[in-house]
C-alpha cells in the first residue's frame, strides 16, 4: 500500500472489536461520520464506479495530512468548523470553480461513453 489511506477489511469485527476501545459506541455510521467531520474521505474506485456494492467489505478511507510516515502532518487534521461566518469569499468562489470544472468534465466523459456506444452499436 502506499501509505495514503487505511482500510476496515471487516466493519462488523471493527465496530465489536476497536470501536468500543476508543469510542463510548460500537457504530460504525457513527465512526464514517466523524471521519467526514475530520475530513477524511471514503476512497471510492472507478470500477466500483460508487454504484456497484465491492465484493468484499472492504471500506478505504484518506486524508491529504494521513500519510504514513508524515506524524507532523497529523496536526493538520482538524473538526471541521461548520459556521456560516467562517466560510470566506474566495473558498465560495474555488469550490463554485471545482464545481464548474467537474460538470463540465462529466460532460466530456458523457460524450466521449456516447460516441463509444454509437461506435459499438455499429460495430454489432
Do not use: C, W
Not at 39 to 50: A, C, L, P, T
Not at 55 to 83: A, C, M, W
Amino acid at each position: 500500500q502506499s501509505g495514503s489511506s487505511f482500510h476496515v477489511f471487516d466493519q462488523g469485527q471493527f465496530a465489536k472489536e476497536v470501536l468500543p476501545k476508543y469510542f463510548k459506541h460500537s457504530n460504525m455510521a457513527s465512526f464514517v461520520r466523524q471521519l467526514n467531520m475530520y475530513g477524511f474521505r471514503k476512497v471510492v474506485h472507478i470500477e466500483q464506479g460508487g454504484l456497484v456494492k465491492p465484493e468484499k467489505d472492504d471500506t478505504e478511507f484518506q486524508h491529504p495530512y494521513f500519510i504514513r510516515g508524515q506524524e507532523h502532518l497529523l496536526e493538520n487534521i482538524k473538526r471541521k468548523v461548520t459556521s456560516v461566518s467562517s466560510i470566506k469569499n474566495e473558498d465560495i468562489k474555488v469550490r463554485q470553480d471545482n464545481v464548474t470544472k467537474l460538470l463540465t468534465d462529466i460532460q466530456v466523459m458523457k460524450g466521449k461513453q456516447e460516441s463509444m456506444d454509437s461506435k459499438l452499436i455499429a460495430m454489432k
